[in-house]
């Protein structure tokens, strides 16, 4: 005679084993629809990419056009390519400078990468950044568009000041900088002091070893467009 509890029960066991089926297969279906998800979020992505990386190209190239006009103060100019970063500047046929595109490691969160423009005289014609992640509302201020600071550099040359004194204004140069930060615009400073080194350097290469190039050189060479 066997007790109740020890009796066998088949219901109890097909029942079980439903619940088990069930679960797995509201598993898979988790799974397959997060799979799907995953699928058209990729595919959205790539739509996107493909839809706006024209646009931002093209807003980068009347940027970076912007930017010389207010360099050079013309329409009127030329660019003959010297190498991967330096451009002689012409207007009428006639030299008037060079344009550098240098990047500095040194700012407060990073690369920032600039156009220096200097006369054939030696001095620094203007100065715009190109790209930048400085902290909103200091280190930005290097940015022409929110502040007329970059334009101090203009006038400026290694003739008319030793090296020493191109640094801001708390570590014994000439240049200020910003209220609450120091390393962006000092980084900015210690930049185009470098570029003038380099194009006093430059300034001796023979014109016949400069390589013409019949396009706008600066256009074409924006990397964050490519």
Not at 7 to 23: K, M, Q, R, V, W
Not at 36 to 64: M, R
Not at 177 to 182: E, H, W, Y
Request: negative net charge.
């Amino acid at each position: 005679y066997k007790r109740q509890d020890e009796c066998s029960h088949p219901a109890l066991g097909s029942l079980g084993n439903e619940a088990t089926e069930t679960s797995g297969n509201h598993m898979k279906q988790a799974v397959l629809a997060m799979v799907g998800l995953a699928f058209v979020a990729g595919i959205s992505l790539t739509l996107v990419d493909g839809l706006t990386k024209e646009p931002i190209a093209n807003n980068l190239h009347q940027y970076s056009q912007q930017q010389q006009r207010q360099i050079w103060n013309t329409d009127d100019i030329a660019f003959n390519l010297q190498n991967d970063h330096t451009w002689i500047v012409e207007t009428r046929d006639e030299p008037i400078g060079r344009m550098y595109r240098t990047t500095t490691s040194n700012g407060y969160n990073g690369d920032i990468t600039l156009w220096v423009g200097v006369r054939t005289s030696g001095e620094v014609q203007g100065v715009r950044v190109i790209q930048h992640q400085e902290t909103p509302g200091l280190g930005v201020q290097i940015d022409h568009r929110i502040s007329p600071w970059i334009d101090h550099f203009t006038g400026h040359s290694l003739d008319r000041q030793q090296i020493e004194s191109w640094d801001v204004i708390t570590h014994g140069g000439v240049f200020d900088q910003f209220p609450g930060a120091t390393i962006t615009p000092r980084a900015l400073v210690h930049a185009v002091r470098d570029v003038l080194i380099q194009h006093n350097q430059f300034s001796r290469t023979p014109q016949a070893d400069i390589r013409k190039d019949t396009t706008n050189p600066i256009l074409n060479r924006i990397e964050e467009a490519e």
